[in-house]
């Protein structure tokens, strides 16, 4: 059986992606798909939920198993299969890629059906649109957000003309990189 999912962001409202994986196939197999189409960064942690019709996550499908209870049960990419878990149409998964901010796809399965398309899967059938940033880079520049870089600016000037000081800007060539950073 083959099972066509399509893809889309709530971030990017002309981003969609249609891949197809045979059921006999793991999430994983669709995680590796998706990754490389969409040119992200591999070493990111990513998730896919079983969501209800109202998308509330009901199992998670985690890249890999990180729980120290051995009761848990644990489901994991590499070792869970489509058919596992994807029995009919309109069966919605959520796609997270970006695990800390909780950023990621909607996607529902269009179609199960009988006849190959392909000789690889999975595979991505149909492409449109850019899709959102994997890392945004103001949430992990230093480990600080745009606030954090606010609240350091110090000793501002009475002209409001919004340049202000920044703790180590006075950078000189004899201080360490420890200095530096002590700075913050």
């Known amino acids: ?16 992606r249609d891949f197809e994986v045979l059921s006999d196939q793991t999430f994983f197999d669709l995680h ?14 990513a998730s896919f939920y079983l969501c209800n019709d109202e998308w509330e996550k009901e199992k998670e499908i985690t890249l890999f198993d990180i729980t120290e209870d051995p009761e848990t049960e644990v489901h994991v990419m590499d070792s869970t299969k489509f058919s596992d878990y994807i029995h009919k149409t309109k069966q919605k998964l959520l796609y997270i890629f ?19 398309t392909s000789d690889k899967y999975p595979v991505c059938t149909f492409r449109k649109g850019c899709p959102p940033q994997q890392i945004l880079m103001d949430q992990i520049f230093l480990g600080k957000s745009e606030e954090d870089f606010n ?13 202000g000081y920044f703790p180590g800007s006075d950078f000189d060539d004899s201080m360490t990189e420890d200095d530096f950073l002590n700075e913050f």
């Open 1 to 16: 059986m083959v099972c066509k999912f399509r893809m889309i962001s709530h971030e990017e409202e002309d981003f969609v």
């Open 98 to 116: 970006d695990v800390f901010n909780e950023r990621g796809f909607f996607m529902e399965v269009a179609e199960i059906h009988q006849n190959k």
């Open 151 to 163: 609240d350091m600016r110090i000793n501002l000037p009475d002209d409001d003309s919004g340049d």
């Open 32 to 45: 590796k798909a998706i990754q490389s189409d969409l040119h992200f960064d591999t070493s990111q942690i």
